[in-house]
Every structure is written in C-alpha cells, then in structure tokens.
C-alpha cells in the first residue's frame, strides 16, 4: 500500500486522493520568474496557458494539479512537479502524463484530475487508482 491515512481499500485497487487550492496571484507573482516557469511546466503546458486571455488562472490550475497529484503519490516517488504534466483532449478535459520516470510502479496507475479556476483561485483534485 501506497499511504495509509487517505487510502481507500476497495475491489477496484487502492484509492488515493490529493487537492490542492492555490491564489493566482501567486503564481502570477512567480511566473515572472522564468527559472521557476521553466522548472515547474513543460514547454506544451505553457504553449497552452500563453494562448489563453486569463493565462495565470491555466497556469495556477496546472501547478495546483501537479500538487495534488504529488499530494495523492504521498511524496512516495521521487517525481520532480514538471514531470507531472497537464493535457487537455479534444474536448477540453484535462488528462495527466507522467514523463521521464522509469519507475515501474507508476505505470500501473491510473491518474485522474480536475480543475477549476477563478480569478482569485485555482483548484485541482487528483484520485489515483493503483491496481
Ligand atoms: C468545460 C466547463 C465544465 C468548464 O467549467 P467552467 O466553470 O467554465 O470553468 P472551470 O474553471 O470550473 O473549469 C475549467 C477547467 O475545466 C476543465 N475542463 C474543460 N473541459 C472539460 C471537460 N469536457 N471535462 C472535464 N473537464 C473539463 C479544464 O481543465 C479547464 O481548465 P483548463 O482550461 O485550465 O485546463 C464548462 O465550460 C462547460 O462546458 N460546462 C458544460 C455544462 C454547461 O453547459 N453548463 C452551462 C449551463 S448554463
């Protein structure tokens, strides 16, 4: 078992939940840094958020998803935030990538996230199914 305290043991595998709620102004605040920027999104993440006219509101959104994702692994792998990637498909759900990890384990997982946004806060769920 992955973690103990937020785990939900049911037939389907074990459950694994994280969230994470952030202040845009915040990230505005650090984006500005572009050490930070290049070390936190990959370079589709940001192509997404620059194309759009509230772009601190997608780019809060997708750190809050990485957080709450590495809330839901608890910290168990050594998974750096620009690794956990936010894509969005065709119809605007966003979807979760793991990228640059060999880490066997991982790959048994299932990732689902969402996210919410406002002008003041982002928000992101993340339930992780290991099976
Ligand atoms: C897509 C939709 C759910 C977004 O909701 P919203 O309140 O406008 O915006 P939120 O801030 O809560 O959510 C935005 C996020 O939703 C996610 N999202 C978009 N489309 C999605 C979909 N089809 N499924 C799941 N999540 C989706 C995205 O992650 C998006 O953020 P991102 O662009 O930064 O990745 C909404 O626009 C919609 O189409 N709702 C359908 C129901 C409807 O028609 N309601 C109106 C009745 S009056």
Known sequence: MLCEKFCIDINLGIIMLGIDIIEIKRIKRLIKNKNFLYRIFDEEEIFYCEKKSRKHEHYAAR????????????????????????RNITNGKPVIVLK???????????????????KEYAVSVAMINEF
Request: no cysteine; charged share 25%.
């Open 100 to 118: 640059n990890t060999n880490i066997k384990k991982l790959k048994n997982l299932k990732i689902e996230v969402s996210l919410s946004h406002t």
């Open 63 to 86: 750190f809050a998803a990485k957080e709450a994702v590495w809330k839901a692994l608890s910290g168990e792998y050594k998974i750096a935030l620009k690794n956990i990637v936010v």
